[in-house]
C-alpha cells in the first residue's frame, strides 16, 4: 500500500507550460523555484519547440489544484517571469480529455487584421474607426453601441468592398496548423466573431472549421447599408455560443479552451476550461488564465496538450 500511495501522490494534476522567443535555463530555475514555493513537485519535464520559440512541459502535483490556487500560483509565476517567457497553468483533466473544444476570437486572433478597419478604409476612415475599435477592445466603449457606430461609416460602399477585403484578410501565423491540429486529433473548433459573416464564412470553409458565427452586414441593391442584421454577437453572446457547442457536442466546459484578445472575449475566457490572451489588451491579459504574448497561434496546441 505505501509503494501505492507513492504512484497516487506522483500522478499530475496539473501542467506548467512555459513557451517563448527567448527561453532560458535562467528563466527555468526561476519558474521551478516559484513551483516550488508552492509545494509542487515535478513528476515529469520535457522541452521541444523549433526556430520560432521553445517550449518546456513540466507534469507537477500541485497542493492546491483549486481555482484559487491556481490563480495565485499564475500570478506568482507572472511577477518572477523574464521577459520572452510566459507559462500556462492547465489542469490536467483537459489535457488528457479525449474530446476538447476550441473556440476563438476572429479579428486579431485567428487572423491579423481587423476587418471593420480594412473596410472603412474604402470610405476614407480607417483611422477614426482603429481609434474606436482600439477603445472598445480596451473595455472603454461598449461593444455594441461602438460596432454600430462603425458599420454606419461603411453606408453606402459598394458591396464589391467585401470581395476585395476578404483577398487582404491574412490568418495569424500558426492558425491554420493550430486548427489542423485539433480536428486530426477528433476535437472541435469553434469560431465566434464581432466582425461579419460576409468575410468569415470562406475562412471557416477553408479551414473546416465545425461551427462558426459574426455579424450579418445589411446589403440592398448591391450596396452596403451601414447596418447589421440582427442582434449583434457581442460579449455576451460569445460565451452563449461557447456553452451551446460545448453542449451539442458533449463536451464538459472544464474541456474546453478559448482565445481571444478584447474585452469583449473576457466572458468567454473566463467560461472556459482555460482562457488564453492572445496578443491581447492590458486589461484582458490580467484575468485570463494564460497568455501568448508572440505571433503564433499554434502555441496554443501546447497549451491544450494537442
Known sequence: MPALDKIARMTSNVTAVSYGHKMTPNGLEQLRSVLAAHGARVVSENSGGDDRYQVHVADLTLPDATAAGLAALR????????????TALVPAGLRTAERKLLIMDVDSTLIQQEVIELLAAYAGKREEVAAVTEAAMRGELDFTQSLHARVAVLAGLPADVVHSVRQEVKLSEG???????????????????GGFNQILEPIAGDLGLDYWQANELEIVDGALTGRVLGAVVDRAAKEKYLREWAAAEGIAM?????????????????????????????????????????????AVRHIAGV
Open 75 to 86: 500570478r506568482d509565476i507572472a511577477a518572477a517571469a523574464l521577459e520572452g517567457q510566459d
Open 175 to 193: 492558425a491554420a496548423e493550430l486548427v489542423a491540429a485539433f480536428r486530426a486529433a477528433g476535437h472541435v473548433v469553434a469560431v465566434v466573431s
Open 254 to 298: 472544464e474541456h474546453t479552451v478559448a482565445v481571444g484578445d478584447g474585452a469583449n472575449d473576457l466572458d468567454m475566457l473566463g467560461a472556459a476550461g482555460i482562457g488564453v490572451a492572445f496578443n491581447a489588451k492590458p486589461a484582458v491579459r490580467e484575468v485570463a488564465d494564460a497568455a501568448v504574448n508572440m505571433p503564433y497561434l499554434d
